[in-house]
């Protein structure tokens, strides 16, 4: 992690975020104080989250090490994704703003879907991923990026990331939300509770019942 923080891709790339913070309308409302750190443990329901009482706030609020090393990628899609949201960091409450570090293993996939209340900028810390996302017009915008080099995801759009390589890759991501949300599409349609009747799905994809209730089966909830 060490030769990652002094990599000049990387000064680059915190560079450009501090800017695009600066200079952009964030998706969340702008703050009305110097700080409002969130209050985890509140039981009042806001758009967002409520303020700590100044006396209790500590610079831990403001910190997180979870980025600093990579995590394990040994499971069905071979990708994981370590957030650095508000829920981690509650001093990012109503500044607009939030990080992720994404982990692939060799041809891991971090598999369609989407970011209602955000756009996303990731940054290749090493590897090469096929990167791409799909317009309300449903064209395909992709490209292939490797190490150095970025790509936006826009607000709301169905994207995804596949390493096609024989080594991992990882990215830091950026996103203008403290809380951005991600909603995976096939887990979404497959994997709902209470679930998407079949007959649904059945029509929009244009296969049988046996075929959904197969998919339904890999999406069911672990025992």
């Known amino acids: 992690m060490a030769a ?17 913070a600066a200079t952009t309308l964030a998706a ?19 758009n967002g989250f409520v303020c700590k009482p100044s006396a209790a706030v500590t610079p831990d609020d403001f910190f997180f090490k979870g980025l600093a090393a990579p995590a394990a990628t040994n499971n069905t899609f071979g990708s994981v994704v370590t957030a650095a949201n508000v829920e981690k960091i509650p001093g990012l409450n109503t500044l607009g703003i939030s990080i992720s570090r994404i982990d692939y293993a060799p041809k891991g996939l971090n598999p369609p879907h989407t970011h209602p209340r ?42 995804f990331q596949k390493n096609n390589e024989d080594k991992p890759a990882a990215v830091i991501s950026a996103f203008n939300s403290q809380l951005p949300g991600t909603q995976a599409v096939a887990a979404a349609l497959f994997g709902s509770s209470p679930a998407v009747p079949d007959n649904v799905l059945t029509k929009a994809f244009q296969i049988g019942t046996k075929e959904v209730e197969k998919i339904k089966s890999r999406f069911a909830p672990k025992s």
């Open 4 to 20: 990652i923080t002094k990599s000049p891709f990387l000064l680059k790339f915190l560079l450009l975020i501090i800017t695009i």
């Open 118 to 159: 955000a756009t996303e900028l990731v940054f290749v810390l090493y590897g090469t991923l096929d990167v791409g996302f799909i317009t309300t017009a449903n064209k395909l915008v992709s490209k292939r990026i490797t190490q150095g080099e970025i790509f936006v995801f826009p607000r709301g759009l169905v994207h």
């Open 28 to 46: 969340d409302p702008d703050l009305l104080q110097d700080i409002c750190v969130a209050d985890l443990n509140s039981t009042l329901k806001v």
